[in-house]
Each structure stands twice: as C-alpha cells, then as structure tokens.
C-alpha cells in the first residue's frame, strides 16, 4: 500500500518566518503534489514535480517554492510566511499516467499550519 | 481555464436516503475523472475512478458514478446512505493530453443523521 507521510501534522509558526513542510513517499512515484485545502475552496494545487529536479507551478504558487532533491522526498517552502497561508496543507503522490494501475493521487494526512 | 464544479456544497440527508452529488466539469477534451471522500479527521481517499470504458463505475461502500459526456458531468450516487458516510467529498478532473495535473472542485459536505 502506497504510504505518503508529512512530517508534521500541526505547525504553528510566526509571520515572516521560513517554513519548510516535508513530504516522503514509499512507492517510487515519479509524480509528487502539492495542494492546499480551503474551506469552500476545495484543494488548491500549489506545485507539482514530475522527476528530481523537476518543477511546475500550479495554480496558486505565489509566496511559496519547492525542492524535490530525491525521488521520495518533495519540500514546500514558504519564504516567509504570512498569516494568509494559514491552511492545511496536502501531499500527494502517482505514478506517471499508462504505469503501474493507472492509481490516481495517494495523499499524506495533511499539515495544518497556522501563521499567527 | 480547466475547472470542476460541484454544486451542492452542503448536504444533510437521514440515514437511508438516498444520494446524488453533482460534479460537472469544463474541458474539451478526454478525461479520467474520480471522486475522492474526506472522512472527519483522515486523509482523502479515493472512493471510485473512471478512465473509459462503461460509463457506470462502482466504487467502495456501495457508491457508483456515471460518466455522462455530453453533459460533461460525473455525479456521484448511492441508494442508502449511513451515518458513517458523513463526510466531505471531492470530484476530481485529470486531463489525459500531456498533464500531470488534477483539479478539483470545491467539495461538498455530507452529514447523514442517524
């Protein structure tokens, strides 16, 4: 069973403080996400990677960035936080489209981040 | 712009009722669509998928989806609902030309009194 860990389920951090979320995934995905969940706005893509090194934005990337390193491991960094990225925030995983059993998305449990 | 549209963003139903949610979406071309459910304080996963083929899909927990692709819609059903399956739930567009990209709609809460 894919396994998509964050490793923090609740932040709370400072305005203007840099902050780092972390995401590892077991199944050597190529495909790593990331989103944000917002009451009456549904998920929210911020960033997503389809390889080491590779990087695109999503919808939403303002005020944040992305380092994906390794293949299991895919950072969201924002710069310096500020009270309107207080969220949850959500890692995801696939494999490319046509591979393995066409799985769609596998998501982590979240992180809630307050910015206070 | 690619989106996905779910209308009813609240719903309250009694236990046995039965449910349809609605998901259309706007994008020209082909599509794998999924509906995904939240449960209060897990992570999402997914409940059914459709990448082609029969239009009916079945899913876990005695949910379906029918895939209707001139109304471009995938609304979720279930005949009898449980309490447990009070929840938040999402539709999921992801475009097959040449995107990793999934998108979303806004979600939709489902609370079923027992």
């Known amino acids: 069973d894919v396994k998509v860990t964050q490793s923090s389920r609740y932040l709370v951090k400072r305005t203007g403080e840099k902050v780092f979320l972390e995401c590892v995934q077991d199944m050597d995905h190529e495909n790593m996400f990331w989103y944000r969940q917002d009451p009456g706005l549904g998920l929210r893509l911020i960033y997503f990677?389809?390889?080491?090194?590779?990087?695109e934005k999503g919808d939403i990337p303002e005020g944040y960035s992305v380092s994906r390193e390794k293949k299991e491991r895919f950072s969201l960094i924002l710069e310096s936080a500020s009270t309107n990225q207080t969220s949850m925030y959500l890692c995801?995983?696939?494999?490319?489209?046509?591979?393995?059993?066409?799985?769609?998305?596998?998501f982590g449990n979240g992180t809630r981040l307050t910015v206070t | 712009a690619q989106s996905v549209s779910q209308h009813n963003h609240h719903v309250i139903l009694s236990e046995a009722a039965s449910l349809e949610l609605g998901c259309n979406y706007s994008y020209g071309g082909t599509v794998n669509l999924f509906w995904y459910v939240q449960y209060p304080g897990q992570h999402l996963q997914l409940l059914l998928k459709?990448?082609?083929?029969?239009?009916l899909v079945k899913g876990i927990k005695g949910f379906e989806a029918e895939f209707i692709k001139s109304k471009f819609s995938f609304n979720l059903r279930k005949p009898s609902v449980q309490w447990s399956d009070t929840a938040e739930y999402f539709c999921?567009?992801?475009?097959?030309?040449?995107?990793?990209?999934?998108?979303f709609g806004t979600g939709t809460r489902l609370k079923v009194l027992a």
């Open positions: 999921a567009v992801n475009p097959t030309s040449g995107t990793y990209k999934y998108i």
């Open positions: 990677s389809y390889d080491v090194k590779m990087k």
């Open positions: 459709y990448f082609s083929g029969d239009p």
């Open positions: 995801a995983s696939s494999p490319p489209p046509g591979q393995g059993d066409n799985s769609p998305l596998h």
